[in-house]
């Protein structure tokens, strides 16, 4: 389907929703489309007033969207923790957990833990929540990860000796390719682990091509170029909405736009870089992003994780 668009989004009536960082930008638009087709979104984002303020949004839109706000810090691990067992502890459910969070070329800094912030944020932080929100994937029929990337991948390198960048002098732009590339990495390899136990979990990725969002704020030739080449967030979205609620979107597929170099345009399967394809390295990268944030992550076989129903 070529002109994907939000009429093709089916009614999400019943299902459950956390999008990350939903507070502004793509994650918004994401929570927003999502919430009209009938979802409960839990706007999970650091901002508590940014998602009281998104929230209110769409509540204008729509009085009877089921939305809640949630405090969710990517970048401290101990805040991860704290809203998956609050999540977990009120909720039975989770039909989709979509990971669009994240943090774009800022200065050097630090999460809470000490990791280079966009490694720490874009992939640590988000590999520890799935890995604590599995369970009740697992015990939800249809259950379904998205992993938001970015066409920054293509020029992305891993380094897992210097995965903070302690040792070499610190490049902004290296430094958010490496997170993006790694956001896939974790994509496949979850693939490969929940294809090997049997699981009905899909997880799934995509990327916004050029969209104008407040993630550009400290990347200025981004942002000077923004009304020449990029789309508007509700557009943006659209390639995390397909590969969140396509039926036809298979274990491991990628969206993103249609375009010439996928900068915009309609949904539709995207090129993978050629080293998110690297399988050696998304089992090395899944085995230090335990060791990093000291959350083992297993993937049951399907009969024990019916059997927890």
Same mark, same amino acid.
């Given at each position: 389907?070529?002109?994907?668009?939000?009429?093709?989004?089916?009614?999400?009536?019943?299902?459950?929703?956390?999008?990350?960082?939903?507070?502004?930008?793509?994650?918004?638009?994401?929570?927003?489309?999502?919430?009209?087709?009938?979802?409960?979104?839990?706007?999970?984002?650091?901002?508590?007033?940014?998602?009281?303020?998104?929230?209110?949004?769409?509540?204008?839109?729509?009085?009877?969207?089921?939305?809640?706000?949630?405090?969710? *810090? &990517? /970048? $401290? !691990?101990? +805040?991860?923790?704290?809203?998956? #067992? =609050?999540?977990?502890?009120?909720?039975?459910?989770?039909?989709?957990?979509?990971?669009?969070?994240?943090?774009?070329?800022?200065?050097?800094?630090?999460?809470?833990?000490?990791?280079?912030?966009?490694?720490?944020?874009?992939?640590?932080?988000?590999?520890?929540?799935?890995?604590?929100?599995?369970?009740?994937?697992?015990?939800?029929?249809?259950?379904?990860?998205?992993?938001?990337?970015?066409?920054?991948?293509?020029?992305?390198?891993? *380094? &897992? /000796? $210097? !995965?903070? +960048?302690?040792?070499?002098?610190? #490049? =902004?732009?290296?430094?958010?390719?490496?997170?993006?590339?790694?956001?896939?990495?974790?994509?496949?390899?979850?693939?490969?682990?929940?294809?090997?136990?049997?699981?009905?979990?899909?997880?799934?990725?995509?990327?916004?091509?050029?969209?104008?969002?407040?993630?550009?704020?400290?990347?200025?030739?981004?942002?000077?170029?923004?009304?020449?080449?990029?789309?508007?967030?509700?557009?943006?979205?659209?390639?995390?909405?397909?590969?969140?609620?396509?039926?036809?979107?298979?274990?491991?597929?990628?969206?993103?736009?249609?375009?010439?170099?996928?900068?915009?345009?309609?949904?539709?399967?995207?090129?993978?870089?050629?080293?998110?394809?690297?399988?050696?390295?998304?089992?090395?990268?899944?085995?230090?992003?335990?060791?990093?944030?000291?959350?083992?992550?297993?993937?049951?076989?399907?009969?024990?994780?019916?059997?927890?129903?």
């Amino acid at each position: 389907m070529a002109n994907w668009t939000f009429d093709d989004i089916p009614d999400q009536s019943g299902r459950t929703a956390i999008v990350t960082g939903a507070n502004t930008g793509i994650g918004f638009e994401t929570a927003r489309m999502l919430a009209l087709r009938g979802a409960a979104v839990i706007i999970a984002c650091r901002d508590l007033g940014k998602g009281d303020a998104a929230l209110a949004r769409i509540r204008a839109e729509m009085p009877a969207a089921k939305v809640s706000v949630a405090a969710l *810090d &990517l /970048a $401290d !691990l101990d +805040s991860v923790a704290t809203f998956a #067992r =609050g999540f977990a502890e009120h909720h039975d459910r989770l039909d989709l957990l979509i990971a669009n969070a994240g943090v774009m070329v800022p200065p050097r800094s630090r999460t809470k833990q000490g990791f280079e912030l966009q490694i720490g944020t874009n992939h640590l932080g988000h590999f520890a929540l799935v890995a604590k929100l599995m369970p009740l994937l697992e015990r939800t029929a249809g259950a379904r990860i998205v992993v938001v990337a970015s066409t920054a991948a293509h020029f992305g390198r891993i *380094d &897992l /000796a $210097d !995965l903070s +960048s302690e040792r070499k002098a610190y #490049r =902004g732009w290296s430094a958010y390719g490496q997170s993006k590339l790694a956001n896939l990495l974790f994509v496949r390899e979850l693939g490969r682990r929940l294809e090997g136990a049997g699981s009905p979990v899909r997880v799934t990725a995509a990327h916004p091509g050029w969209t104008a969002t407040d993630l550009q704020r400290t990347a200025g030739l981004a942002r000077m170029f923004n009304p020449v080449f990029a789309m508007k967030p509700k557009d943006g979205a659209l390639p995390t909405l397909r590969a969140a609620v396509d039926p036809a979107a298979a274990q491991g597929d990628y969206f993103g736009p249609s375009g010439m170099f996928e900068l915009r345009g309609a949904p539709v399967s995207a090129r993978l870089p050629k080293r998110a394809l690297d399988d050696a390295m998304a089992q090395r990268l899944w085995s230090i992003s335990e060791t990093l944030t000291g959350v083992p992550f297993a993937v049951q076989p399907r009969e024990r994780a019916r059997a927890a129903i």
